[in-house]
C-alpha cells in the first residue's frame, strides 16, 4: 500500500464499505482547492494569454506530486477556469451546475457503475429506463411506445437520429455504388436549415453519406427555418429523383435561440416520408417552463428528439438524451454481446440498455438529473428557465440603452446577438474587426467571456457578439455592466483603430 509519511492511504478505493472514508479528507482538500483558486481568479477567467497559462500549467503539472498534487492541481483547474457561474462568463451554452445536481454526480463518480450490462449497474438500469420514460412525457411521447437513451450531448443525439433515419428511410436498398454508397437516382437528402448545428454535416460524413447530402434551408432574419424555403427543397430534390431521408429542424439554434417551425416540418416531413429529428439540445430546456414550453409546440410529432440537460438544465456534462417516438425504429442500433447481454439473462429478466447506445462503456449521466428533477421539480427548473428568459429580455433593453450597441433581434430563449457599431460607423469590415479584437481583449484581460459568431450570407458586416444567459442568479445590474464593458472595450479599439 502507498502511505504518506503522515499516514493517508494514498491508494485508497471510492468504492465499498470504506470508500466513503477515503474520500471525505480528500473532499475537503478539493473544496478548499476550488475556493482558494476561485479567489485568486478573481473573475469570469484568468487574465494574460493562452500561452502564458499553458506555461504555468506545465510548471504546476510538473511540480505538483504526491498527497499535495490533489489540491495544487484543484487549485490550478479552478483558478484556470472560464467560471460559468461568474455572471462576466456568458459566451457560450455552459451552464453552472447545480451545486445538488454536482454532488449526485459524485456518487456516481465514487460508485464508477457501467451501463453496458445490468450486473455493472443494477440500479442505475433500471433508474435510466424511469426517467427516460418521465422525459418521453415531457416531450408529448406516449412511454409505453418511446425509447431512448442517455448520451454524450447533442452530436451524439444528431448521429444517433440521422442514424436511425438513415436506415428506416433507405431500408432495402443495399446495392452499394458511387460515391455516395447508393444507386444513381437514390442520393440520399438531408434537410437542415443554414442556422443547424454543424454536427449535422457531421454525422452524415459519419454516416457515409457525405457532407453533401445535407441540403441547407434558407432562414428567415431571426434564423428561423423558412418553411416555404423547405417545400421547395424537398420538392426540388424529388423532381432530380433524390431520397429525402431526414428533416432536421432546430428548436433552439445555438446563436440566437430560434425555434423553427416545427409544425410545418412535421407537416412537410410527412408528405415527403421523410424522418423528422428535432435538435432541441438548447430549446429542450423550454419544455420545463409554462411560459415557454408554447414555443416547442409541434415537437411531439418528431420521430427522434435530442436534449441536452447540460445547457437549460443545470448539470454537470455530459447530460444530452436521445428519444425515438417509436421503439420498433431503433432495431438497427440492437446489439448482441454474449459477454453482456446474452439473450437467455434477457428472458430471465436481467434487462440490458447495450441496444440502445452507439457507446458500449457508459456512467449513469441519468442519475444526477434524477435527483435534480426529484428535488426540484419541474416547476423549480421553469423558474430557473424563466429567470435566465427574464435576463436575456433585460440584457436586450441594456443593449438598446448603449448607443455604441446594435441588437440583432429580440431574445427568443436566453440568448442574444448585438455588435458594437458606432452612428458614424461607415466601414462594415472595421466593424466586424473591432467586435472581433474586443472580445479577445476582454478575455486577454480576463474581464468578460463573450462569444462571437457570424450572421447567414456573405461579405462584411456579419460580425455579432452574442451572450448566452445561463445563470439564473445572475442580476440585469450585472448583465448591464458586462454589456458596459462591451461598450468600453469597443470604443477603445475603435479609437485605436482610426
Known sequence: MNVDDDGPLLDALSG???????????????????????????GPLPPGHPADLAARTADTFTAAHGPDALARLTELLAHGAADPADPYCAAHLHCPPLAVATAADLAVSALNPSQDSWDQAPAATALERALLAEL????GYDPARAAGVLTSGGTESNLMGLM???????DGIVELDGLLGLPAGTRPRILASRAAHFSVQRAAALLG?????????????DLRMDPAALERALAEAVWAGDTPVAVVATAGTTDTGAVDPLPAAADLAARYGAWLHVDAAYGGGALLSERLAPLLAGIERADSVALDWHKLGWQPAAAGVFLVRRAETYVSLAR????????DDEQAGYPSLLGLSLRTTRRPDAFKLAVTLRTLGRAGLGR???????????AADAVRA?????????PVLTALLFRYRPADARDEAAVDRVNAGLRRELLRAGRAVVGRTELPGEGPGRVRLKLTLLNPHTTPE????????????????WVAGR
Not at 384 to 394: G, K
Open 384 to 394: 430557473l428557465v424563466d429567470a435566465c428568459h427574464d435576463l436575456a429580455l433585460a
Open 478 to 493: 450585472e448583465v448591464a455592466g458586462l454589456l458596459g464593458e462591451v461598450a468600453r472595450a469597443g470604443r477603445e479599439a
Open 164 to 170: 436511425l433515419a438513415r436506415d428506416q428511410r433507405l
Open 336 to 343: 448482441r454481446a454474449a459477454y453482456l447481454n446474452p439473450a
Open 136 to 139: 418521453a412525457t415531457l416531450v
Open 209 to 221: 453519406l457525405g457532407e453533401r447530402a445535407v441540403v441547407p434551408v434558407d432562414v428567415d432574419r
Open 16 to 42: 465499498g464499505v470504506g470508500g466513503p472514508a477515503a474520500l471525505g479528507p480528500l473532499l475537503a482538500t478539493v473544496l478548499d482547492a476550488l475556493e482558494t483558486g476561485a479567489t485568486r481568479r478573481g
Open 402 to 410: 448603449e448607443p455604441d450597441l446594435e441588437l440583432h433581434a429580440e
